[in-house]
């Protein structure tokens, strides 16, 4: 399948190495791609040979059972415009991705900042800070299942003993999508965290001694200086969030299977559902080449806003 | 030059991987087969020592056992026959039969049972129906189960509540659910899987068949689950779960056990699977309440599930039959349920009072879950669209008892969405 929901989540890529301005020789060629072809094969045969035959497959009809798969044109991607569930699911995933990526880049550089100083076991917070991205998906969904249930779980103890009452949360078609929101955000921001430190750390310590010294306050320094310093470090985390973010699976799959209601059918939930609980294949193929085409889109805009109005990268 | 030399190498790299994914390979002696299993713990031990025995006794095949989790295996298989590595044999759930029946590696069954030694008619009808698809049997049964009321005989006892009975009615259900329900202690009467997939469906459809209402018309062209007798049982749920609160809607499908096991519910309506997760009260098990008035008496449904067959070549499709056969033959059936805890899967076996007594000495409740099989009459159509309407039923029903809408409103929609679906293939 296109998309696979359980992408590894990556370091801060490193900054690229000045270009290397020397041609190879003949020979330096054959041994350079004698020593990445097992990369490239592997990579063409596992990741780009799927990719373009999932393509192929958006333009049949597969239920995946018989060999039989007839080409029927742009059937797939006309379907879509009128399955209101699609077209729910999109909604769904538009409402997730619109609090999560802000959500997660907040909290980020909120915790980032307080751990970005030389206290004591400083090292200790910092790894309980990112100790949640190592928490399988699974673990995480089953914990938050407990954690949020309506006649057992931990948080209505806590809202009950404060005198509110019990939430339904993921029991309920308005509430789950929030849970989840809330449950994904906790899961990342180790992840944000672990690029805002980096990022926070490559502020010059000068320009703060000198703004000090002009008699900024520390929230006048923090805004002025390092906000406008993290441009990269947003861009960054805005474009791999909102990716992650529209191709939410895992965690919709271990808590709520899409529901209650279809509440938090999202779209990659909802093609997975297709393919192999209603053996439509091509139809789930189609929605994830159109899937495709959206993150595209986004992360091209993505990229051009941020370098006009970012800043300084 | 340099380009042949890079076309060298690259060849050299293709074939060192494409040697790492072979493997295998034909030779003579014995015929092997594969055999992809989802069974694990003790049902996985006493699975392969009857592969050990078959292996020693038939020299001439080899039956190489494989675990893969049951959910998953439909995906692996699909995957496996378009590769062209299909497994001889591999146990599929029975309610992918009739899409299953599609796949044209799938051996039909139909002419090797009809011969007399296979004792095709020992097999629970529920089990055969499932295995059936239009002419064509797809698979041999390897497991049966049905659904029954488990209970905790502690809490009905504190309640003051009479055990459940053979009498009881929908309505005594109910009742007994409301005393039995204490929001203080977080105590529920009853839970019921509410995800609304397959699993909340067929809680609801013995309530259906009970009430003498059914899934499609008899020619499985357009749904008549919306009937009267549809909305009579949609309504039990919709007044437990809106009306009394006394039904916890377990939206995972994962927590029933554990809250029975914990004291927090008072009934779950299971499969013998649960009993063994409940080492911590003291619980009995009874057959399904009946419709006060209704023809349909006392019902469950079954969920038996396949041996399915892949044709590998005339040789390997032979010994995995043959394999089958040895397998699912009532000395074998014997074995395997005495050792697992699992129901017989023949009625030879089934009748026989030394092994239920046996069963129920082990895991007590099991001879009411064999007994119960009786009362399974009707089976889920085996039409291909059925994860269509399950889908469409499962939400209304979740819907309903959400509070969300009233049971006809909801199964007038579903009933919509099912039969458009019908008439798409």
Redesign the interface.
């Known amino acids: 399948m296109l998309i696979t929901p359980d992408v590894e989540k990556p370091v801060t890529p490193a900054p690229p190495h000045p270009r290397r301005r020397r041609r190879l020789g003949?020979?330096e060629?054959?041994t350079g791609?004698?020593l990445v072809?097992?990369a490239v094969?592997?990579i063409g045969?596992f990741g780009l040979l799927p990719v373009l035959m999932s393509l192929q497959l958006s333009f049949q009809h597969s239920?995946?059972?018989?060999?039989e798969t007839p080409w029927v044109g742009f059937d797939n991607y006309r379907k879509m415009a009128d399955d209101p569930v699609f077209l729910e699911a999109i909604k769904h995933t538009i409402v997730y991705t619109a609090l999560f990526v802000p959500g997660t880049m907040l909290v980020g550089l909120l915790v980032a900042a307080a751990l970005n100083r030389s206290v004591r076991f400083i090292s200790l917070y910092r790894t309980a800070a990112y100790i949640t991205m190592a928490v399988s998906t699974i673990s995480q969904g089953i914990i938050f299942?407990w954690l949020t249930?309506r006649?057992?779980g931990l948080v209505n103890a806590a809202l009950n003993a404060i005198g509110a009452p019990s939430q339904p949360f993921?029991?309920?078609?308005s509430q789950a999508m929030y849970v989840i929101v809330a449950m994904t955000i906790w899961g990342w921001t180790g992840f944000s965290v672990i690029v805002y430190l980096a990022a926070l750390q490559g502020v010059p310590a000068e320009l703060h001694e000198a703004a000090a010294i002009d008699g900024a306050k520390p929230f006048t320094r923090f805004r002025t200086i390092t906000v406008p310093l993290l441009g990269p470090a947003n861009l960054f985390l805005l474009v791999w969030l909102t990716i992650n973010a529209l191709q939410l699976f895992d965690e919709v799959y271990a808590?709520?299977?899409g529901?209650?209601?279809?509440a938090t059918t999202v779209i990659v939930y909802y093609l997975w559902d297709q393919a192999?609980?209603?053996?439509d294949a091509g139809y789930a193929a189609a929605m994830a080449y159109a899937l495709f085409v959206v993150i595209l889109v986004i992360t091209g805009v993505q990229f051009r806003l941020t370098r006009r109005f970012g800043g300084t990268s | 030059m340099?380009r042949r030399?890079?076309c060298i190498?690259?060849l050299a790299?293709?074939a060192l991987?494409l040697a790492a994914c072979g493997g295998g390979g034909s030779s003579s002696g014995p015929t092997e087969i594969a055999v992809w299993h989802g069974y694990q713990d003790t049902e996985g031990e006493v699975f392969k020592k009857l592969i050990a025995q078959y292996n020693q006794d038939h020299p001439d095949v080899k039956v190489n056992e494989l675990y893969s989790s049951n959910d998953l295996v439909?995906?692996k298989v699909?995957t496996a026959v378009?590769g062209g590595s299909a497994p001889d044999v591999a146990y599929m759930f029975g309610s992918w039969s009739p899409?299953?029946a599609?796949?044209?590696q799938v051996v039909d069954m139909a002419e090797y049972v009809s011969e007399p030694d296979w004792q095709w008619d020992d097999f629970y009808p529920a089990e055969r129906e499932a295995a059936t698809v239009g002419e064509k049997i797809v698979g041999v049964p390897a497991l049966v189960d049905n659904l029954a009321i488990v209970y905790n005989k502690q809490l009905f006892a504190e309640a003051g509540v009479a055990p459940p009975s053979p009498d009881w009615t929908w309505a005594d259900f109910r009742a007994a659910a409301a005393k039995l329900t204490d929001p203080a202690k977080?105590q529920?009467g009853w839970l019921i899987p509410?995800?609304?997939?397959e699993d909340t469906v067929w809680h609801y459809l013995p309530m259906l068949w009970e009430a003498g209402g059914d899934i499609l018309s008899p020619d499985n062209s357009t749904a008549v689950f919306n009937s009267e007798a549809g909305v009579e049982a949609l309504t039990v749920l919709q007044q437990m779960a809106v009306t009394d609160k006394s039904l916890?809607?377990d939206?995972?499908?994962?927590?029933g056990p554990k809250?029975m096991n914990s004291g927090?519910v008072a009934m779950l309506v299971t499969g013998p699977w649960d009993l063994s997760q409940l080492p911590d009260i003291d619980y009995d098990v009874q057959v399904m309440p009946t419709f006060a008035g209704s023809p349909g008496g006392h019902q469950t449904i079954a969920g038996p599930d396949n041996w399915v067959m892949f044709d590998n070549g005339d040789a390997k499709k032979q010994a995995a039959v043959d394999f089958v056969k040895w397998l699912s033959a009532p000395e074998q059936v014997k074995t395997f349920s005495l050792g697992t805890g699992d129901l017989p899967i023949r009625q030879s076996v089934g009748n026989d009072q030394a092994v239920l007594d046996t069963l129920n000495e082990n895991v007590p409740g099991t001879a009411t879950f064999v007994e119960n099989l009786n009362n399974v009459e009707k089976v889920r159509p085996t039409v291909?669209q059925y994860?269509?309407i399950s889908?469409a039923l499962g939400?209304a029903i979740?819907?309903v008892m959400?509070g969300?809408e009233q049971p006809a409103d909801a199964l007038n929609k579903a009933a919509q969405a099912a039969d458009a679906a019908l008439a798409e293939k």
């Open positions: 003949g020979g060629t054959v791609w004698t072809s097992p094969i592997l045969i239920d995946l059972l018989t060999p299942l249930d006649d057992y993921l029991a309920s078609p808590t709520t299977r529901g209650p209601l279809r192999f609980v209603h053996f | 340099i030399r890079l190498a690259l790299v293709l991987v439909l995906q699909l378009r899409n299953i599609q796949i044209p977080g529920y509410a995800d609304g997939s916890y809607l939206t995972t499908n994962e927590n809250l927090k291909e994860p269509d889908d939400q979740v819907a959400l969300k």
